[in-house]
T-cell receptor
Framework: QKEVEQNSGPLSVPEGAIASLNCTYS??????FFWYRQYSGKSPELIMS????GDKEDGRFTAQLNKASQYVSLLIRDSQPSDSATYLC??????????FGPGTRLSVLP | DAGITQSPRHKVTETGTPVTLRCHQT?????MYWYRQDPGHGLRLIHY???????DKGEVSDGYSVSRSKTEDFLLTLESATSSQTSVYFC??????????????FGSGTRLTVV
């Protein structure tokens, strides 16, 4: 069974620090990886996608992928209290039917 | 932005009754999904559709059925609701970026309580 694992947290970081969120996946054939942010009581929203090994940067967010280690991470620089949310990692083979991890709850402390 | 709406937003129903949740999209996306989200389990796929009248089961499909008679509508039916089906249900559409995909857009969710 394909699985995506994440530490449930909560991960607490002070405002302005770097938050590092990690994810591992079991399906070696996975090609597509996504990070979603979900505020309490809201639906998940897509914040990053990554398909190739290495880093991908978008503003304060950097996604990192290491297919050999089956590992995906999300770095949030200059963390803000508004970044406090649950972050979901998802992986998939062919652009559809992604498997989601349980999410990591991030708390950014003012 | 992809237009995707779910209805109802909240529902309380009694054990043993059938319940239908609706997902409506306005942008002609081919793939649509139903997930449930529970504490400790994350998002789990119930059913998905890859076209009109084309559906398939996900990992937690028991007790659920779906229908897609039009591209824009994907219905999820709980045939006889049980307390274990109390959950938040999300519909999603695929942004379809080819072989690797562009991820999903989610609806606002339906909070279902079975008493």
């Amino acid at each position: 069974q394909k699985e995506v694992e994440q530490n449930s947290g909560p991960l607490s970081v002070p405002e302005g620090a770097i938050a590092s969120l990690n994810c591992t996946y079991s399906d070696r054939v996975s090609q597509s990886f996504f990070w979603y942010r979900q505020y309490s009581g809201k639906s998940p929203e897509l914040i990053m996608s990554i398909y190739s090994n290495g880093d991908k940067e978008d503003g304060r967010f950097t996604a990192q992928l290491n297919k050999a280690s089956q590992y995906v991470s999300l770095l949030i620089r200059d963390s803000q209290p508004s970044d406090s949310a649950t972050y979901l990692c998802a992986a998939g083979r062919d652009g559809q039917n992604f498997v989601f991890g349980p999410g990591t709850r991030l708390s950014v402390l003012p | 932005d992809a237009g995707i709406t779910q209805s109802p937003r909240h529902k309380v129903t009694e054990t043993g009754t059938p319940v239908t949740l609706r997902c409506h999209q306005t942008e002609n996306h081919r793939y649509m999904y139903w997930y449930r989200q529970d504490p400790g389990h994350g998002l789990r796929l119930i059913h998905y559709s890859y076209g009109v009248k084309d559906t398939d089961k996900g990992e937690v499909s028991d007790g659920y059925s779906v229908s897609r008679s039009k591209t824009e509508d994907f219905l999820l039916t709980l045939e006889s609701a049980t307390s274990s089906q109390t959950s938040v249900y999300f519909c999603a559409i695929s942004l379809e970026g080819g072989g690797t995909g562009d991820g999903y857009t989610f609806g606002s969710g339906t909070r279902l309580t079975v008493v």
